[in-house]
């Protein structure tokens, strides 16, 4: 019997296996202006990062580090923001946390 390689890990498929069985859960990407780094959270699962973070919808890293640069350009944290950019994320992040916005 030959087996098949996963296209996502390179792992052998069993027999009625497919590819879809080795991928990891959905994640959400998020841009985290406080950490100044990329996040990932599980999609079906709490964030763990309360900072100021913006997700995108993206399938894959490179795709949410371009849909940053092209939201917020080269800053990586907030202060490297223009102001209204700054209070866009805050507000943002104020909503996600209930928090009332100004």
């Given amino acids: ?5 996963c296209t996502c890990l390179r792992l052998p ?3 009625g296996e497919s590819c879809d069985a080795h ?3 959905p994640t959400t990407y998020a841009w985290c202006f406080d ?4 996040h990932r959270f599980p999609k079906d699962g709490t ?4 900072a100021a973070w913006v997700a995108f919808t993206a399938t894959s890293e490179a795709e949410a ?7 917020y350009g080269d ?8 102001v209204e950019k700054q209070i866009e994320v805050i507000e943002t992040a104020k909503a996600r946390a209930g928090e009332p916005l100004r």
Avoid: V
């Avoid at 964030?47 to 309360?50: A, I, R």
């Avoid at 580090?65 to 939201?71: G, N």
């Avoid at 800053?75 to 223009?82: C, G, I, S, T, Y």
């Fill in 35 to 38: 950490h100044g780094n990329l």
């Fill in 75 to 82: 800053a990586q944290f907030l202060d490297e923001l223009p």
């Fill in 47 to 50: 964030p763990w990062c309360t």
């Fill in 23 to 25: 991928q990891l859960p």
């Fill in 65 to 71: 580090l371009a849909s940053k640069h092209a939201a």
């Fill in 13 to 15: 498929l069993g027999p």
């Fill in 1 to 5: 019997m030959t087996t098949k390689p």
